[in-house]
């Protein structure tokens, strides 16, 4: 069993960076497929981006392509979710979440591990 820690949220300006990590511990996290989701107030909880455990091929929502960047760091056991040109619109709860086989990457249910979540606002 894998546990996930986020870090990295915070209060920022419209057109700034943040950069998310997700810590991983009881296993090795290159061993699994990672997914980011965030949750709007009011809203359900939606996909952001995903890496593939095999060849690491990532994936992003429209809403986020070409503005965030997933990685991994083997070294230190993490992935990092790198957000550029943040937008109002961003906001929200972000949760890293992890599964050994997946199919559909953008699906929750498809993920077995979560953390907790760390928050993230950005004000216009």
């Known amino acids: 069993q894998v546990q996930l820690v986020e870090s990295g949220g915070g209060l920022v300006q419209a057109g700034d960076s943040l950069t998310l990590s997700c810590a991983a511990s009881?296993?090795?996290?290159?061993?699994?497929?990672v997914g980011w989701f965030r949750r709007a107030p009011g809203k359900e909880r939606e996909f952001v981006s995903a890496?593939?455990?095999?060849?690491?091929?990532?994936y992003y929502a429209d809403s986020v392509k070409g503005r965030f960047t997933i990685s991994r760091d083997n070294a230190k056991n993490t992935v990092a979710l790198q957000m550029n040109s943040l937008k109002p619109e961003d906001t929200g709860v972000y949760y890293c979440?992890?599964?050994?086989?997946?199919?559909?990457?953008?699906?929750?249910?498809?993920?077995?591990?979560w953390g907790q979540g760390t928050q993230v606002a950005v004000s216009s």
């Open positions: 979440a992890a599964s050994v086989g997946i199919v559909q990457l953008t699906t929750r249910s498809e993920y077995d591990y």
């Open positions: 009881g296993r090795t996290l290159s061993m699994y497929t």
């Open positions: 890496i593939r455990r095999s060849g690491g091929t990532t």
